[in-house]
Nanobody, 123 residues
Framework: QVQLVESGGGLVQPGGSLRLSCAASGFSLDNYAIGWFRQAPGKEREFVAVIRANGGSTTYGDSVKGRFTISRDNAKNTVYLQMNSLKPEDTAIYYC????????????????WGQGTQVTVSS
């Protein structure tokens, strides 16, 4: 059974850091682009970052550039999202998703989704 499971969310103060994990089961991440998206209450799902197979090129959303870093550990079948300098506007449910092809910024390109993990940035 193909499954993506996010973890690592929680409550953090502004300026703090969190590292999210996206663990895959039922398939190997090696040949997939893995994207992170987020959705705040009342807003559309927003692209955060993607890391691609075959060279591991990355792309970031404008709102997180310079603060977030996406990486992958194929041996652990896991993708990470390191989030630094967090702001209240980063508060959202964060989802990871897989794409067998390029891995762009549109949710429509992704086939499998995790259940999400809540990130709350508040003092």
């Amino acid at each position: 059974q193909v499954q993506l499971v996010e973890s690592g969310g929680g409550l953090v103060q502004p300026g703090g850091s969190l590292r999210l994990s996206c663990a895959a089961s039922g398939f190997s991440l090696d040949n997939y682009a893995i994207g992170w998206f987020r959705q705040a209450p009342g807003k559309e799902r927003e692209f955060v970052a993607v890391i691609r197979a075959n060279g591991g090129s990355t792309t970031y959303g404008d709102s997180v550039k310079g603060r977030f870093t996406i990486s992958r550990d194929n041996a652990k079948n896991t993708v990470y999202l390191q989030m630094n300098s967090l702001k209240p506007e980063d508060t959202a449910i964060y989802y990871c998703a897989s794409d067998l092809y390029y891995g762009g910024a549109s949710t429509r390109e992704y086939d499998y989704w995790g259940q999400g993990t809540q990130v709350t940035v508040s003092s």
